[in-house]
């Protein structure tokens, strides 16, 4: 079962002190008391009490042989702080799910002094043989050289396939992933010419990228492409240079926030009034996306949500608040670790060759396997906004078996 961080008390040296006041205070009584009677007098001399047995005070955890050691890397103060506790319940919830006494998880603050570096050394050091987390692609790139020196596996929370590989593995939900789903989707649907509005930065590069190779892949053409940055007016003069092509598809690659921003300003464009609108998996992140009225007849790939409404019930009533999306992420984290628990022995290393078998594993999210480097490649279905919710269109496969 889960448990906290704590250090070693310092019982034994408080009853010790204790016992050395007493021993003061009894020497002070013979010297200050009346004098000493005749030799005969004397009662015969106490045995002395044995010596206390002082065994060694070790560092870090409690040692436990017959569970699994497990590390949860996450934030727990900070600008994070929230999503990390959502983690963290997260697994609490698993292991009491799967009722498993296989697994010991101590959690670590990549948010406190030190950060991430100084959570995996004591995690490292406390004897942990796996590692969940961190979350963040930066704290990954930190930890994975000192888990891979020390052979332990890191199951991060990211979603940057660069941080990927020689023992980090990638939970997170990939962005080339999404794109190329809804793109097929859409192929097969009839379209064949599309656009691209991409947000700046390492996310948008990475979309830009998936866009232009998923449609070629599906015999498309990506007739424009074009970004935006949070200047007042970027946004507006990017899609004026969209509208001048004759898509029928534009994928909004940031935030369903702005899609909203962007969809009315799109349909205003001679090609946009009848263009279908296509999404990546960051809508999904939306709790309200299917009653964002502006978005309607939207297409956007994620992973299934048949369990997650399950998941966000259970998850309210035990913590009294809404878990945050990627929380799943640390839940089925738990249910892969207990799964390859059944044939690890408790206190060798953590068995990385199980996690790259081909049939995968299952999850709330649906089915996920890792590849040879390191990603997680998931399952995904294709959802449409519709009447102030959404409706899946093309469902998840719910295997790889076959592929």
Sequence with gaps: MADARASAQPGLWNMLRTAAMGATLFLAACVS????????????????????????????????????????????????????RSLQNATQLAVLDTKSDALRITTYDTGAVGGAIAAVQQAIADGNRLILGPLLAEEAR????????????????????????NGTFILGYVPS??????????????????????????????????????????GGKVLALETYDARPGSMASAIA???????????????????????????????????????????????????????????????PDNYYRQYATKYRARFGAAPYRLSTLGYDAVLLTVRIARDWRPGTEFPERRLVEPEGFAGLDGAFRFGRDGVAERALEVQEIRGGTTATVSPAPPNFKGN
């Design 142 to 165: 930190e930890v994975a050289p000192i888990a891979r020196r020390a052979h332990i596996p890191v199951l991060s929370f990211s979603n940057d396939a660069g941080v990927a590989g």
């Design 241 to 303: 240079k969209i509208g001048r092509s004759p898509f029928q598809a534009v994928l909004l690659a940031g935030s369903a926030n702005g899609a909203v921003s962007a969809a009315p300003l799109i349909r205003r464009a001679p090609s946009g009034k009848t263009a279908r609108l296509l999404g990546t998996e960051l809508w999904n992140t939306d709790s309200a996306i299917g009653s964002r009225a502006a978005l309607s007849g939207a297409w956007f790939a994620s992973v």
């Design 33 to 84: 008391g009346p004098r000493t009677a005749p030799e005969a007098e004397r009662p015969a001399p106490a045995e002395r009490p044995a010596p206390p047995v002082v065994r060694p005070i070790t560092p870090g955890l409690p040692q436990d042989v017959e569970r699994h050691r497990i590390a949860l890397l996450v934030p727990l103060t900070g600008p994070n702080a929230g999503v990390g």
């Design 177 to 218: 992933q999404s794109i190329e789903r809804v793109v097929n989707y859409a192929k097969r649907s009839g379209i064949t010419d599309f656009a691209g509005l991409i947000p700046t930065g390492l996310y948008g590069e990475r979309a830009s990228t998936a866009l232009l190779r998923s449609v070629e892949q599906a």
